[in-house]
């Protein structure tokens, strides 16, 4: 068992709602979303943040980050979409994985970074959906 909560997902040992999967990168429903259809986007292999990542894995996390912030406009019409990635918890990196959020944004609302509070099973799962309908 890896101590990484995001390897265990690559490893296929902890679930996920996957949204896309390459040979690099991982695209899945973030599990305490801050919105629906917040989505993570990780390297498959591990790199705890962005001065450690190689730049093969870096540029292949930046290239599906786009596709996916493109298939999340066209599944939810979002006023705007957010793209944060946060290194060292003084920044408020929370897992140790780097990571890009990808974060539909609503006119006017506010945004609580880490509310904590686990998304419905169900609505991860058709966010997910839509969303990988959009990439087709
Ligand atoms: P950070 O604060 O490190 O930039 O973001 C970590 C993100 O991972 C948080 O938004 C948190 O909700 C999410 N997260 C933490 N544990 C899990 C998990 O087990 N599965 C999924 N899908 N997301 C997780
Ligand atoms: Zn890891």
């Not at 945004?111 to 309908?133: D, Q, V």
């Amino acid at each position: 068992m890896s101590e990484c909560i995001f390897c265990e997902i690559v490893a296929g040992r902890a679930p996920c709602h996957q949204v896309y999967e390459d040979d690099l990168v991982l695209g899945f429903m973030d599990a305490f979303p801050v919105a629906p259809g917040h989505t993570l986007v990780i390297p498959k292999q591990h790199a705890e943040n962005l001065f450690e990542i190689r730049a093969e894995c870096l540029a292949a996390v930046s290239r599906t980050s786009q596709a996916l912030a493109l298939g999340v406009r066209k599944a939810l019409d979002p006023d705007g979409v957010m793209v944060m990635q946060l290194n060292g918890a003084a920044a408020g990196q929370t897992v140790f994985h780097y990571h890009t959020h990808l974060i539909p944004r609503a006119e006017g609302s506010v945004l609580s970074l880490h509310p904590r509070i686990p998304g419905n099973t169900e609505e991860l799962e058709s966010m997910a959906s839509k969303i990988r309908s959009a990439l087709d």
